[in-house]
């Protein structure tokens, strides 16, 4: 079974802290890819980066860096000086190569908000 | 380049009323999805096509039927509508199902209010 948990259903920060937004995948697969959308208050989805099962190296992108660990099955996201533009749900998704459609299977989502 | 363009943004129905969402893309993708997110649902698959002329249900496809009416454009239908589907939809293409890396791309999303 495929399934994604983001347990953080809430994150209140204010300016400039760092922030960590958690997720756990579950699969069976040996192939998967993981990715990370934003959807800002304007409500469209950001594509923001995938990662493949076979790349553990963390990506750093300005702020935002991602960490990667197979043993644990996390795929979380971190923010450094977070600004009130972060302000968004950030949705963590997995698609296992074997899936038959293809389909990317998300979390619930975790509601940001960065306090000026 | 526009992307994935969905229409209406907005829409009220009240119940039994019928209604099509329209979703077109412009990145030669060829497959694309019907998302519905719900609050503390997160995005659940509605309906997929992996290629025009082929279309597969997703983890909600009750009260939908879809189209895939060539390579850009596919369309959700609503044939009565019910409360329970209000909700906001999210078109998505992609490339290929073999590309499995690759991202989803959404459009702007439907918000849908059934009364």
């Known amino acids: 079974a495929q399934k994604v948990t983001q347990a953080q259903t809430e994150i209140s920060v204010v300016e400039k802290e760092d922030v960590t937004l958690d997720c756990v995948y579950e699969?069976?697969?040996?192939?998967?890819?993981l990715f990370w959308y934003k959807q800002p208050p304007s409500g469209e989805l950001v594509f923001l980066i995938r990662?493949?099962?076979?790349?553990?190296q963390n990506e750093i992108s300005g702020r935002y860096s991602w960490n990667f660990q197979k043993s644990t099955s996390s795929f979380n996201f971190t923010i450094t000086a977070s600004q009130v533009v972060d302000s968004a749900v950030y949705f963590c998704a997995l698609r296992n190569r074997g899936s038959t459609l293809g389909r990317l299977y998300f979390g619930r989502g975790t509601q940001l908000t960065v306090w000026p | 380049n526009a992307g994935v363009t969905q229409t209406p943004k907005f829409q009220v129905l009240k119940t039994g009323q019928s209604m099509t969402l329209q979703c077109a893309q412009d990145m030669n993708h060829n497959s694309m999805y019907w998302y519905r997110q719900d609050p503390g649902m997160g995005l659940r698959l509605i309906y997929y096509s992996a290629s025009e002329g082929t279309t597969d249900k997703g983890e909600v496809p009750n009260g939908y039927n879809v189209s895939r009416l060539n390579k850009r454009e596919f369309s959700l239908r609503l044939e009565s509508a019910a409360p329970s589907q209000t909700s906001v939809y999210f078109c998505?293409?992609?490339?290929?199902?073999?590309?499995?890396?690759?991202?989803?791309?959404f459009g702007n999303g439907t918000r849908l209010t059934v009364t």
């Open positions: 699969t069976r697969d040996t192939t998967y890819y």
């Open positions: 990662r493949n099962s076979f790349d553990e």
């Open positions: 998505a293409s992609s490339e290929s199902r073999a590309s499995y890396n690759s991202p989803l791309h």
